[in-house]
């Protein structure tokens, strides 16, 4: 996967703006759709972990349900977890 192209300018404004105002960059917000590329999942298995685990969402931009990094690799430990189940090897 192509990362996406960031500026010089962009990454010393992002720089500046920390060191000068302390202000920290909003923390990277995932949908379910960003999860299961990520994750290379079908999307009713990454569904299924959040409904069954309680996963509450960060927030909603629009419509859209939106989850952070740490839900991120929860859902990806859980479904490393259901996948050694299967197979029968339980940790």
């Keep these: 996967m192509k990362k996406p192209f960031k500026s010089p300018v962009y990454e010393n404004a992002i720089r500046c703006r920390v060191q000068c105002t302390g202000e920290r960059p ?3 917000l995932l949908t379910v759709g960003e999860i299961t590329r990520r994750l290379n999942e079908p999307a009713h298995r990454v569904e299924y972990v959040i409904r ?3 996963i509450r969402e960060a927030g909603r931009a629009g419509a859209y349900r939106v989850f952070t990094e740490a839900d991120c690799e929860y859902i990806r430990h859980e479904l490393a977890r259901i996948e050694r189940e299967r197979e ?3 940790a």
């Design 26 to 28: 909003m923390p990277k």
């Design 52 to 54: 069954s685990r309680g």
């Design 88 to 90: 029968g090897v339980f």
